[in-house]
């Protein structure tokens, strides 16, 4: 039986990408919508597409578009869009997973130079892993942590045994009904990653699982990566996660006027 750890990535596909995150001058190859190739789904602005460079082999590779506008970000849209946007993303994968096709199937998003990613426009990817399943390499206490909030249904808390760390975001939601809260909740965890560190962070990624008849979703603000972890696995804690968890109770929560209830 042969066993599957690791992704194959095509360098020779690779290669071929356009990287509008650092070439600010290159074109951008979602601005042109009348140019995308085989479009799976549209939404209003939102287009699910497949990948043009599906670098992953054995792997069924999409993207979710998810606006006109280039330059605009997650923690930026308005209420209505955002909602839209996570039922589009969510319902899609959700439907990919449930097709019986692949070993696993994940959804995430980059955003920012140490993202990962390669185009600026704002997009999320939607991958079905023919081979691997990821969900082997989940453990419950990468999602549990300090509650920052909650509502009914929805909990948000700061990770006290990060993936990677230093601080990673979860948001964890009971029911569908509820995901609305759910979307809340991320798009203040982009806010908060991009505006209110005191190290400047400009990239975050999300991160979305199903576990235990939840989904969860992961936000984790982007810094360089430690040499500990990349060399040994050894993940970070902060000494300032008690700070950050009160930092983001009076910015968010505090005030009255913030209803997510």
């Not at 601005?31 to 497949?50: A, H, P, Y």
């Not at 994968?93 to 994940?106: H, P």
């Not at 910015?251 to 009255?256: E, Q, T």
Request: hydrophobic share 35%; proline share 4%.
């Amino acid at each position: 039986m042969i066993m599957h750890s690791h992704l194959c990535f095509d360098s020779d596909i690779g290669s071929q990408k356009p990287e509008s995150i650092i070439n600010t001058n290159a074109q951008c190859p979602f601005c042109d919508r009348d140019q995308l190739e085989e479009i799976i789904e549209q939404r209003g602005q939102m287009i699910l597409v497949k990948n043009k460079y599906p670098v992953l082999k054995d792997a069924f590779q999409t993207v979710l578009i998810e606006t006109e506008e280039c330059h605009s970000e997650l923690s930026l849209y308005t209420k209505e869009h955002l909602y839209a946007l996570i039922k589009f993303g969510v319902e899609k994968w959700l439907e990919m997973k449930n097709s019986g096709e692949y070993a696993s199937v994940i959804f995430y998003k980059n955003h920012g130079p140490l993202s990962g990613g390669t185009i600026r426009h704002p997009h999320m990817q939607i991958v079905g892993l023919k081979y691997l399943n990821c969900q082997e390499r989940l453990t419950r206490d990468m999602f549990e942590g300090i509650r920052i909030h909650n509502v009914p249904g929805v909990e948000l808390n700061i990770s006290t045994k990060p993936k990677v760390g230093f601080f990673e975001f979860n948001v964890i939601l009971d029911n569908l009904a509820d995901i609305e809260k759910m979307a809340d909740y991320i798009q203040i965890m982009a806010h908060y990653s991009l505006n209110n560190f005191h190290r400047r962070c400009t990239s975050y990624n999300l991160f979305f699982y199903q576990m235990d008849n939840k989904i969860i979703t992961k936000i984790m603000p982007r810094f360089v990566t430690s040499p500990l972890f990349i060399g040994y696995s050894i993940p970070h804690i902060s000494s300032r996660t008690k700070d950050v968890v009160r930092e983001i109770q009076a910015i968010y929560f505090d005030d009255k006027s913030h209803n997510f209830s």
